[in-house]
């Protein structure tokens, strides 16, 4: 009872957090640099990645930056809980929204790339092991072919490249 109760409450998990945020995107992370906030309380770090697909409100950006709270800047670190880092090379399912303004520095409110955030924080982003999406709260790790026609059902989109040609689930990694 408590493992149907468990799966039914990180469904529901997932699809408001589909359905709720801006874009869904998978991306390749290419980069990643931290910097000061605004006001310089916080530090954050801007990951740039590389889209593979849209699968949630696509448009024609090959390229945006994921920005999360934490990082180092000279001697100065700040990690907040719960702690995502994301690795250079490795792949991401985010489900992202816009990030205000406040957050970013002057470099980043002035890049061509947008900025986004994760929508509901770590609950937005699916790493890619090892072929299939690891979600931090269940313990089973979904297949690329499973994620994608379950966010195609929820969104009534078809995946899609920054150029807008179709997209389609992965046979290998």
């Not at 994301?86 to 399912?93: D, S």
């Not at 509901?120 to 709260?137: A, M, T």
Request: include cysteine; glycine fraction near 6%; proline fraction near 4%.
């Amino acid at each position: 009872m408590y493992c149907e109760a468990l799966f039914r409450t990180t469904l529901y998990l997932q699809i408001r957090t589909i359905d709720s945020s801006k874009k869904v995107i998978i991306g390749k992370v290419l980069e990643a640099n931290s910097y000061w906030e605004a006001d310089s309380s916080n530090i954050y770090t801007a990951y740039t990645m590389e889209v593979i697909c849209y699968t949630k409100n696509r448009d024609n950006n090959e390229f945006f930056d994921l920005i999360l709270p934490g990082g180092v800047v000279g001697e100065d670190a700040q990690i907040d809980f719960p702690h995502i880092h994301l690795e250079i090379g490795y792949e991401y399912m985010v489900a992202v929204t816009e990030v205000d303004l406040y957050t970013l520095n002057r470099k980043h409110a002035r890049s061509n790339r947008p900025s986004f955030r994760p929508f509901s924080y770590i609950q937005g982003i699916l790493p890619l092991v090892n072929g299939e999406y690891k979600d931090y709260f269940d313990t089973t790790a979904i297949a690329e072919s499973v994620l994608i026609d379950s966010i195609g059902t929820i969104t009534g989109e078809q995946a899609t490249e920054p150029d807008g040609t179709d997209w389609f689930p992965r046979d290998s990694f």
